[in-house]
Protein backbone atom coordinates (compact mmCIF):
# COMPACT_ATOMS: atom_id res chain seq x y z
CA UNK A 1 0.00 0.00 0.00
CA UNK A 2 1.67 3.31 -0.73
CA UNK A 3 1.24 5.61 1.53
CA UNK A 4 2.96 8.97 2.40
CA UNK A 5 5.60 9.27 4.71
CA UNK A 6 4.75 8.31 8.19
CA UNK A 7 4.72 11.44 10.53
CA UNK A 8 5.46 9.56 14.00
CA UNK A 9 6.63 10.73 17.10
CA UNK A 10 9.97 9.29 18.31
CA UNK A 11 8.42 6.48 19.74
CA UNK A 12 5.99 5.35 16.54
CA UNK A 13 3.02 6.83 17.43
CA UNK A 14 1.17 9.25 14.77
CA UNK A 15 -0.31 12.73 16.26
CA UNK A 16 -3.28 14.59 14.75
CA UNK A 17 -1.13 18.01 14.91
CA UNK A 18 0.72 16.21 11.58
CA UNK A 19 -2.23 15.70 9.92
CA UNK A 20 -1.83 18.39 6.89
CA UNK A 21 -4.74 18.17 4.11
CA UNK A 22 -1.71 18.68 1.67
CA UNK A 23 -0.29 15.34 2.60
CA UNK A 24 -4.04 13.83 1.74
CA UNK A 25 -4.12 15.65 -1.07
CA UNK A 26 -0.80 14.63 -2.40
CA UNK A 27 -2.14 10.96 -1.82
CA UNK A 28 -5.48 11.38 -4.08
CA UNK A 29 -3.40 12.60 -6.93
CA UNK A 30 -3.29 9.64 -8.11
CA UNK A 31 -5.75 8.22 -10.76
CA UNK A 32 -7.45 4.66 -11.44
CA UNK A 33 -6.12 3.26 -14.64
CA UNK A 34 -8.80 0.71 -16.00
CA UNK A 35 -5.70 -0.64 -17.76
CA UNK A 36 -3.97 -1.99 -14.61
CA UNK A 37 -7.36 -3.55 -13.73
CA UNK A 38 -8.07 -6.37 -17.07
CA UNK A 39 -11.02 -7.99 -15.03
CA UNK A 40 -13.14 -4.43 -14.67
CA UNK A 41 -15.55 -3.61 -17.27
CA UNK A 42 -14.85 0.36 -16.61
CA UNK A 43 -13.72 3.30 -14.35
CA UNK A 44 -16.67 5.30 -13.22
CA UNK A 45 -15.56 8.57 -10.93
CA UNK A 46 -12.21 6.81 -10.10
CA UNK A 47 -14.30 3.45 -8.94
CA UNK A 48 -13.60 0.23 -10.21
CA UNK A 49 -16.84 -1.13 -11.71
CA UNK A 50 -16.74 -5.30 -12.54
CA UNK A 51 -19.53 -7.50 -14.14
CA UNK A 52 -21.18 -10.28 -11.83
CA UNK A 53 -20.95 -12.62 -14.28
CA UNK A 54 -17.59 -12.00 -15.89
CA UNK A 55 -16.65 -11.94 -12.37
CA UNK A 56 -17.45 -15.01 -11.59
CA UNK A 57 -16.43 -16.65 -14.64
CA UNK A 58 -13.24 -15.62 -14.29
CA UNK A 59 -13.06 -16.58 -10.02
CA UNK A 60 -14.68 -19.97 -11.14
CA UNK A 61 -11.52 -20.86 -13.54
CA UNK A 62 -8.84 -22.40 -10.66
CA UNK A 63 -6.20 -20.98 -13.52
CA UNK A 64 -8.24 -17.48 -13.46
CA UNK A 65 -8.89 -17.14 -9.65
CA UNK A 66 -5.74 -16.28 -8.60
CA UNK A 67 -5.15 -13.48 -10.37
CA UNK A 68 -8.72 -12.37 -10.13
CA UNK A 69 -8.50 -11.77 -6.52
CA UNK A 70 -4.53 -10.38 -6.48
CA UNK A 71 -6.54 -7.84 -8.98
CA UNK A 72 -9.26 -7.35 -6.50
CA UNK A 73 -6.64 -7.25 -3.49
CA UNK A 74 -4.79 -4.52 -5.29
CA UNK A 75 -7.88 -2.64 -6.20
CA UNK A 76 -8.32 -2.32 -2.18
CA UNK A 77 -4.69 -1.79 -1.07
CA UNK A 78 -2.96 0.27 -3.93
CA UNK A 79 -5.62 1.31 -5.85
CA UNK A 80 -8.92 3.48 -5.22
CA UNK A 81 -9.59 1.11 -2.48
CA UNK A 82 -13.31 0.42 -3.45
CA UNK A 83 -15.10 -1.28 -6.24
CA UNK A 84 -18.62 -1.86 -6.90
CA UNK A 85 -19.84 -5.30 -8.58
CA UNK A 86 -22.62 -4.92 -10.67
CA UNK A 87 -25.86 -7.74 -10.41
CA UNK A 88 -24.14 -9.28 -7.61
CA UNK A 89 -27.62 -10.50 -6.33
CA UNK A 90 -30.21 -11.90 -7.84
CA UNK A 91 -33.52 -9.42 -7.30
CA UNK A 92 -35.51 -11.74 -6.41
CA UNK A 93 -33.36 -13.60 -3.93
CA UNK A 94 -32.86 -10.07 -2.65
CA UNK A 95 -36.74 -9.37 -2.31
CA UNK A 96 -37.00 -12.23 -0.05
CA UNK A 97 -34.37 -11.05 2.23
CA UNK A 98 -35.80 -7.33 1.78
CA UNK A 99 -39.19 -8.64 2.76
CA UNK A 100 -38.09 -10.57 6.06
CA UNK A 101 -35.74 -7.37 6.57
CA UNK A 102 -38.53 -5.40 6.42
CA UNK A 103 -40.52 -7.80 9.05
CA UNK A 104 -37.90 -7.13 11.40
CA UNK A 105 -38.39 -3.58 11.44
CA UNK A 106 -42.06 -3.60 11.51
CA UNK A 107 -41.48 -6.04 14.80
CA UNK A 108 -38.78 -3.56 16.22
CA UNK A 109 -41.32 -0.54 15.80
CA UNK A 110 -44.11 -2.46 17.47
CA UNK A 111 -42.26 -3.75 20.53
CA UNK A 112 -41.60 0.26 20.95
CA UNK A 113 -37.52 -0.80 20.67
CA UNK A 114 -36.53 0.62 16.94
CA UNK A 115 -33.12 1.80 16.56
CA UNK A 116 -31.03 4.77 14.56
CA UNK A 117 -27.43 4.25 13.80
CA UNK A 118 -24.37 5.35 14.58
CA UNK A 119 -25.54 8.78 13.13
CA UNK A 120 -28.89 9.11 12.68
CA UNK A 121 -32.25 9.02 15.28
CA UNK A 122 -34.50 6.61 15.14
CA UNK A 123 -37.56 6.86 12.76
CA UNK A 124 -34.90 9.00 10.19
CA UNK A 125 -32.97 5.58 9.55
CA UNK A 126 -33.91 2.12 10.33
CA UNK A 127 -31.34 0.33 11.78
CA UNK A 128 -31.56 -3.80 12.39
CA UNK A 129 -28.51 -5.02 14.21
CA UNK A 130 -27.32 -8.51 13.77
CA UNK A 131 -29.16 -9.10 11.02
CA UNK A 132 -27.28 -11.74 9.67
CA UNK A 133 -28.51 -13.82 12.70
CA UNK A 134 -32.10 -12.65 12.44
CA UNK A 135 -32.18 -13.54 9.37
CA UNK A 136 -30.86 -17.00 9.54
CA UNK A 137 -33.14 -18.22 12.43
CA UNK A 138 -36.50 -16.65 10.85
CA UNK A 139 -35.88 -17.40 7.09
CA UNK A 140 -33.43 -20.08 6.93
CA UNK A 141 -34.27 -20.61 3.18
CA UNK A 142 -33.77 -16.77 2.44
CA UNK A 143 -30.58 -16.85 4.00
CA UNK A 144 -28.86 -19.67 2.44
CA UNK A 145 -30.23 -18.76 -0.59
CA UNK A 146 -28.61 -15.01 -0.55
CA UNK A 147 -25.30 -16.05 1.48
CA UNK A 148 -24.37 -18.88 -1.21
CA UNK A 149 -23.26 -15.72 -3.09
CA UNK A 150 -20.19 -16.20 -4.61
CA UNK A 151 -19.19 -12.80 -5.62
CA UNK A 152 -19.15 -12.44 -1.62
CA UNK A 153 -16.94 -15.36 -1.10
CA UNK A 154 -14.77 -14.51 -4.05
CA UNK A 155 -13.41 -10.92 -2.83
CA UNK A 156 -13.66 -11.72 1.19
CA UNK A 157 -10.70 -14.23 0.96
CA UNK A 158 -9.13 -12.14 -1.56
CA UNK A 159 -9.04 -9.59 1.17
CA UNK A 160 -8.88 -11.75 4.48
CA UNK A 161 -8.39 -15.51 3.08
CA UNK A 162 -9.82 -18.80 4.52
CA UNK A 163 -11.66 -18.57 7.88
CA UNK A 164 -13.64 -15.04 7.85
CA UNK A 165 -16.86 -14.63 9.63
CA UNK A 166 -19.40 -12.31 8.25
CA UNK A 167 -21.83 -10.07 10.30
CA UNK A 168 -24.58 -7.80 9.32
CA UNK A 169 -26.91 -4.72 10.08
CA UNK A 170 -29.40 -3.22 7.83
CA UNK A 171 -29.44 0.12 7.80
CA UNK A 172 -33.08 2.08 5.88
CA UNK A 173 -32.61 6.34 5.15
CA UNK A 174 -35.86 7.07 4.95
CA UNK A 175 -36.98 10.17 2.55
CA UNK A 176 -35.56 13.31 4.26
CA UNK A 177 -33.21 11.05 6.62
CA UNK A 178 -29.83 12.88 7.23
CA UNK A 179 -26.27 11.36 5.88
CA UNK A 180 -23.37 10.78 7.91
CA UNK A 181 -20.39 12.85 8.47
CA UNK A 182 -16.96 11.60 7.04
CA UNK A 183 -15.18 8.66 8.84
CA UNK A 184 -13.81 5.59 8.42
CA UNK A 185 -14.69 1.90 9.25
CA UNK A 186 -14.10 -0.63 12.90
CA UNK A 187 -11.79 -1.26 13.74
CA UNK A 188 -10.37 1.96 14.93
CA UNK A 189 -12.62 4.21 13.12
CA UNK A 190 -14.85 3.23 15.77
CA UNK A 191 -12.48 4.64 18.29
CA UNK A 192 -12.32 8.16 19.45
CA UNK A 193 -9.25 10.46 17.93
CA UNK A 194 -7.94 10.03 21.45
CA UNK A 195 -8.37 6.58 22.01
CA UNK A 196 -6.75 5.80 17.92
CA UNK A 197 -3.90 8.06 19.26
CA UNK A 198 -2.77 5.56 21.52
CA UNK A 199 -2.01 2.77 19.37
CA UNK A 200 1.25 2.38 17.41
CA UNK A 201 1.45 3.84 13.90
CA UNK A 202 2.11 -0.01 12.60
CA UNK A 203 -1.33 -0.83 14.21
CA UNK A 204 -2.88 1.81 12.35
CA UNK A 205 -1.07 0.34 9.29
CA UNK A 206 -2.38 -2.96 9.84
CA UNK A 207 -6.04 -2.24 11.11
CA UNK A 208 -7.62 -2.33 7.66
CA UNK A 209 -6.40 -5.75 6.66
CA UNK A 210 -8.39 -7.02 9.36
CA UNK A 211 -12.01 -5.87 8.38
CA UNK A 212 -13.76 -6.03 4.69
CA UNK A 213 -17.09 -3.68 4.46
CA UNK A 214 -19.23 -4.56 1.98
CA UNK A 215 -22.98 -2.98 1.15
CA UNK A 216 -25.86 -4.60 -1.08
CA UNK A 217 -27.89 -2.79 -2.69
CA UNK A 218 -31.90 -3.63 -1.61
CA UNK A 219 -33.59 -1.31 -3.62
CA UNK A 220 -32.48 1.19 -6.80
CA UNK A 221 -30.57 4.28 -5.49
CA UNK A 222 -30.50 7.10 -7.50
CA UNK A 223 -28.15 10.10 -6.17
CA UNK A 224 -31.30 11.68 -4.76
CA UNK A 225 -31.93 8.90 -2.38
CA UNK A 226 -28.29 9.84 -1.02
CA UNK A 227 -26.22 6.22 -1.90
CA UNK A 228 -22.57 6.28 0.25
CA UNK A 229 -20.18 8.71 -0.78
CA UNK A 230 -16.32 7.85 -0.99
CA UNK A 231 -13.62 9.57 -1.45
CA UNK A 232 -11.37 6.96 -3.31
CA UNK A 233 -7.71 6.21 -2.87
CA UNK A 234 -7.90 8.06 0.76
CA UNK A 235 -7.45 4.70 2.64
CA UNK A 236 -3.36 5.34 1.54
CA UNK A 237 -3.40 8.39 3.94
CA UNK A 238 -1.44 7.07 6.79
CA UNK A 239 -2.55 9.70 9.55
CA UNK A 240 -6.74 9.23 8.25
CA UNK A 241 -7.80 7.61 11.42
CA UNK A 242 -6.83 10.82 13.19
CA UNK A 243 -7.30 13.12 10.28
CA UNK A 244 -11.10 12.21 9.27
CA UNK A 245 -12.29 14.34 12.80
CA UNK A 246 -10.61 17.30 11.34
CA UNK A 247 -12.87 19.79 10.05
CA UNK A 248 -10.31 20.59 7.00
CA UNK A 249 -10.65 17.36 6.32
CA UNK A 250 -14.40 16.88 6.33
CA UNK A 251 -14.72 19.80 4.51
CA UNK A 252 -12.58 18.33 1.36
CA UNK A 253 -14.92 15.44 1.67
CA UNK A 254 -17.62 17.50 1.57
CA UNK A 255 -16.49 19.38 -1.66
CA UNK A 256 -14.59 15.78 -3.51
CA UNK A 257 -16.49 13.06 -2.87
CA UNK A 258 -17.93 10.76 -5.47
CA UNK A 259 -21.35 9.37 -5.28
CA UNK A 260 -22.11 6.64 -7.76
CA UNK A 261 -26.03 5.15 -8.13
CA UNK A 262 -26.59 1.56 -7.48
CA UNK A 263 -29.33 -0.53 -8.80
CA UNK A 264 -30.84 -3.56 -6.60
CA UNK A 265 -28.40 -6.30 -6.36
CA UNK A 266 -25.65 -4.57 -6.77
CA UNK A 267 -22.33 -4.89 -4.07
CA UNK A 268 -19.94 -2.58 -2.90
CA UNK A 269 -17.10 -3.49 -1.20
CA UNK A 270 -14.07 -1.25 0.04
CA UNK A 271 -11.24 -0.87 2.42
CA UNK A 272 -12.69 0.11 5.86
CA UNK A 273 -9.78 2.90 6.03
CA UNK A 274 -11.22 4.17 2.46
CA UNK A 275 -13.17 7.73 3.64
CA UNK A 276 -16.46 7.36 3.45
CA UNK A 277 -20.07 8.95 4.42
CA UNK A 278 -23.68 7.45 3.79
CA UNK A 279 -25.59 10.45 1.65
CA UNK A 280 -28.70 12.20 2.51
CA UNK A 281 -32.03 11.61 1.25
CA UNK A 282 -33.51 14.17 -0.38
CA UNK A 283 -36.31 11.65 -2.21
CA UNK A 284 -39.59 12.05 -1.62
CA UNK A 285 -40.48 8.00 -1.73
CA UNK A 286 -37.80 6.05 -1.81
CA UNK A 287 -37.02 4.12 1.72
CA UNK A 288 -33.00 3.53 0.65
CA UNK A 289 -32.31 -0.80 2.49
CA UNK A 290 -28.84 -1.56 1.79
CA UNK A 291 -27.45 -4.67 4.08
CA UNK A 292 -24.00 -3.45 5.50
CA UNK A 293 -21.61 -6.28 5.55
CA UNK A 294 -18.74 -6.68 8.28
CA UNK A 295 -16.34 -9.15 7.41
CA UNK A 296 -13.97 -9.80 9.59
CA UNK A 297 -10.16 -12.00 9.76
CA UNK A 298 -10.40 -15.25 11.27
CA UNK A 299 -6.88 -13.73 13.18
CA UNK A 300 -8.34 -11.26 14.98
CA UNK A 301 -8.93 -13.55 18.36
CA UNK A 302 -7.16 -15.14 21.35
CA UNK A 303 -5.64 -18.17 21.31
CA UNK A 304 -7.23 -19.34 25.13
CA UNK A 305 -11.01 -18.87 26.03
CA UNK A 306 -10.87 -16.55 29.43
CA UNK A 307 -13.95 -15.72 31.21
CA UNK A 308 -12.69 -12.32 31.93
CA UNK A 309 -15.75 -11.31 33.63
CA UNK A 310 -14.89 -14.31 36.39
CA UNK A 311 -11.12 -12.78 36.47
CA UNK A 312 -12.21 -8.92 36.97
CA UNK A 313 -14.60 -10.05 39.52
CA UNK A 314 -11.72 -12.29 41.14
CA UNK A 315 -9.16 -9.60 41.46
CA UNK A 316 -11.20 -6.68 42.36
CA UNK A 317 -11.32 -6.97 45.69
CA UNK A 318 -7.29 -6.67 45.90
CA UNK A 319 -7.48 -3.62 43.37
CA UNK A 320 -9.76 -1.71 45.96
CA UNK A 321 -7.38 -2.56 48.87
CA UNK A 322 -4.25 -1.65 46.93
CA UNK A 323 -5.60 1.44 45.60
CA UNK A 324 -6.54 2.21 49.31
CA UNK A 325 -2.89 1.45 50.11
CA UNK A 326 -1.58 4.46 47.73
CA UNK A 327 -0.84 2.41 44.61
CA UNK A 328 0.07 4.27 41.81
CA UNK A 329 -2.89 4.98 38.94
CA UNK A 330 -0.92 3.27 36.47
CA UNK A 331 -0.51 -0.12 38.16
CA UNK A 332 -3.50 -0.34 39.10
CA UNK A 333 -4.77 0.46 35.30
CA UNK A 334 -1.96 -2.81 34.08
CA UNK A 335 -3.61 -4.75 36.37
CA UNK A 336 -7.19 -4.11 34.75
CA UNK A 337 -5.82 -4.34 31.39
CA UNK A 338 -4.21 -8.25 31.67
CA UNK A 339 -7.60 -9.29 33.92
CA UNK A 340 -11.00 -7.17 32.12
CA UNK A 341 -11.83 -7.13 27.96
CA UNK A 342 -10.72 -3.93 27.25
CA UNK A 343 -12.43 -3.84 23.76
CA UNK A 344 -16.62 -3.08 23.67
CA UNK A 345 -16.59 -5.64 20.65
CA UNK A 346 -18.30 -8.01 19.63
CA UNK A 347 -21.57 -7.10 21.51
CA UNK A 348 -25.36 -6.64 21.06
CA UNK A 349 -25.88 -3.92 19.65
CA UNK A 350 -29.84 -3.86 20.16
CA UNK A 351 -29.32 -4.00 24.42
CA UNK A 352 -25.35 -2.67 24.39
CA UNK A 353 -25.93 0.62 22.58
CA UNK A 354 -23.06 3.14 21.75
CA UNK A 355 -23.82 6.21 23.85
CA UNK A 356 -21.99 9.45 22.81
CA UNK A 357 -19.75 7.52 20.70
CA UNK A 358 -19.05 5.02 18.32
CA UNK A 359 -18.59 2.29 20.80
CA UNK A 360 -19.83 1.13 24.58
CA UNK A 361 -18.11 0.93 27.30
CA UNK A 362 -15.75 -2.01 27.57
CA UNK A 363 -15.27 -4.25 30.51
CA UNK A 364 -12.27 -3.04 31.84
CA UNK A 365 -14.33 0.60 31.42
CA UNK A 366 -16.50 -0.86 34.03
CA UNK A 367 -13.80 -2.32 36.00
CA UNK A 368 -12.03 1.41 36.33
CA UNK A 369 -14.84 3.50 36.50
CA UNK A 370 -16.12 1.11 39.60
CA UNK A 371 -12.37 1.02 41.28
CA UNK A 372 -12.45 5.35 40.98
CA UNK A 373 -15.87 5.96 42.69
CA UNK A 374 -15.30 2.81 45.71
CA UNK A 375 -17.71 0.48 43.90
CA UNK A 376 -18.46 -2.60 45.94
CA UNK A 377 -17.48 -5.96 44.69
CA UNK A 378 -21.14 -6.91 44.57
CA UNK A 379 -21.68 -3.48 42.64
CA UNK A 380 -18.96 -4.41 40.42
CA UNK A 381 -20.35 -7.60 39.61
CA UNK A 382 -23.51 -7.16 38.88
CA UNK A 383 -22.31 -4.27 36.55
CA UNK A 384 -20.19 -6.82 34.71
CA UNK A 385 -23.08 -9.69 34.88
CA UNK A 386 -25.73 -6.82 33.27
CA UNK A 387 -22.93 -6.33 31.02
CA UNK A 388 -22.00 -9.70 29.98
CA UNK A 389 -25.75 -10.62 29.93
CA UNK A 390 -26.54 -7.60 27.16
CA UNK A 391 -23.66 -8.90 25.29
CA UNK A 392 -25.36 -12.30 23.90
CA UNK A 393 -26.96 -12.49 20.44
CA UNK A 394 -30.23 -13.15 21.95
Given at each position: ?10 QGWLRAADAH ?199 DMPVE ?170
Amino acid sequence: MTTTPTRTTAQGWLRAADAHLEDLLQVLEAQTDHGDYPHAARVEQQVLMYDAGALQAAGSDPERRPAVQAEITRALSAGPGIVVVDNAFEAAVVDRVSAAFQRMIEEQRAAGTAVGDHFAKPGANDRVWNALEKLAVTDADAFVDYYANDVVALVATAWLGPGYQVTSQVNVVNPGGEGQTVHRDYHLGFQSPEVSAQYPGHVHALAPALTLQGAVAHCDMPVESGPTLYLPHSQKYDLGYLAYWLQEFQDHFVGHHVQLPLHKGDAVFFNPALFHAAGSNHSADIRRMANLLQISSAFGRAMETVDRERVAAAVYPVLLSRKAAGWDERALANVIAASAEGYAFPTNLDRDPPIGGMAPPSQATLVARALAAGASPQQLAERLAAQSAAKLSH
